[in-house]
């Protein structure tokens, strides 16, 4: 496992969308190393390597590691995630500190994979799924049920359309509160159905659950798994408020 590092970033592009939902790609000053679903501490304030670490927030990579740019996805909760809304602008410099975490895929490989999603716990799987995209790791199948809102926070609608071309097996569901604009694939109107959706495929082989999105959604699906007996092994999460 990469041992963390402190660099500085430069925010070379920022995307807003709905109800402030950002996405920023930054560039490292140096190469950094990561695996798909680790995550960063980032800082605004100037880190001082005599003082401590600065206040910092941590969020997932959502891209495939190995690139020339890291892309977070980040959505107003609080006094430092609005204060990243209001003071980032393109050039603006920050410090990142990374990797960190042990939610990754491997040991998946060749096994029925499924995906759970709300809101911006989808980042770690844009960087499973890019990452695959590019590799030749087969797995028997995999599934992703992403939750959101407001269909204006779809904001990885062309990557789901490319991954079925790229990559074997691949399927995708998208499920929304409000629809509000036309898009251009199926979409099912309503909340993640935990039931149906553990239902549906705790008939696969031996299926292993990632979980990442908001506390409450990650409880009920565990809860829901537990009760049907999937084993605590086959269940992964990432929690975040």
Not at 73 to 77: A, E, G, I, Q, T
Not at 168 to 171: D, E, L, T, V, W
């Given at each position: 496992?990469?041992?963390?590092?402190?660099?500085k970033?430069?925010?070379?592009?920022?995307?807003?969308?709905?109800?402030?939902?950002t996405?920023?790609?930054?560039?490292p000053?140096l190469?950094?190393?990561?695996?798909?679903?680790?995550?960063?501490?980032?800082?605004?304030?100037?880190?001082?390597?005599?003082?401590?670490?600065?206040e910092?927030r941590?969020?997932s990579?959502?891209?495939a590691?190995?690139?020339e740019?890291?892309?977070i996805?980040?959505?107003?909760?609080g006094?430092?995630?609005?204060?990243?809304?209001?003071e980032?602008?393109?050039?603006?410099?920050?410090?990142?500190?990374?990797?960190?975490?042990?939610?990754?895929f491997?040991?998946s490989?060749?096994?029925?994979?499924?995906l759970?999603?709300?809101?911006?716990?989808?980042?770690p799987?844009?960087s499973?799924?890019?990452?695959?995209?590019?590799?030749?790791?087969?797995?028997?199948?995999?599934?992703l049920?992403?939750?959101?809102?407001?269909?204006d926070?779809?904001?990885?609608?062309?990557?789901?359309?490319?991954?079925v071309q790229?990559i074997?097996?691949?399927?995708y569901?998208?499920?929304?509160e409000?629809?509000?604009?036309?898009?251009?694939?199926?979409?099912?109107q309503?909340?993640?159905?935990?039931?149906?959706?553990?239902d549906?495929?705790i008939?696969?082989?031996?299926?292993?659950y990632?979980?990442?999105?908001?506390?409450s959604?990650?409880?009920c699906?565990?809860?829901?798994l537990?009760?049907?007996?999937?084993?605590?092994?086959?269940?992964?999460?990432?929690?975040?408020e």
């Open positions: 496992m990469s041992v963390p590092r402190k660099v970033a430069v925010v070379a592009d920022l995307k807003k969308y709905r109800d402030d939902v996405l920023y790609r930054l560039k000053e190469p950094v190393k990561f695996r798909p679903g680790q995550f960063l501490h980032l800082a605004l304030d100037n880190y001082d390597p005599s003082y401590n670490w600065p910092s941590v969020f990579m959502a891209d590691p190995n690139k740019f890291i892309d996805l980040v959505s107003p909760k006094n430092f995630t609005n204060r990243m809304i209001s980032i602008s393109i050039g603006r410099q920050v410090w990142l500190k990374l990797p960190y975490g042990t939610f990754n491997r040991g490989a060749g096994k029925d994979v499924v759970i999603a709300g809101g911006t716990g989808i980042s799987f844009i499973f799924l890019e990452d695959l995209a590019e590799s030749t790791d087969e797995y028997r199948s995999i599934s049920f992403y939750g959101v809102r407001n269909s926070l779809i904001i990885f609608e062309e990557n789901f359309k490319r991954y790229e074997n097996s691949f399927q569901k998208v499920y929304c409000k629809i509000n604009n036309k898009l251009s694939f199926s979409i099912e309503g909340i993640l159905p935990i039931k149906g959706l553990v549906q495929t008939s696969f082989t031996n299926p292993v990632y979980l990442s999105g908001p506390k959604m990650i409880e699906f565990e809860k829901e537990k009760d049907k007996a999937i084993p605590e092994e086959r269940i992964f999460y990432d929690k975040w």
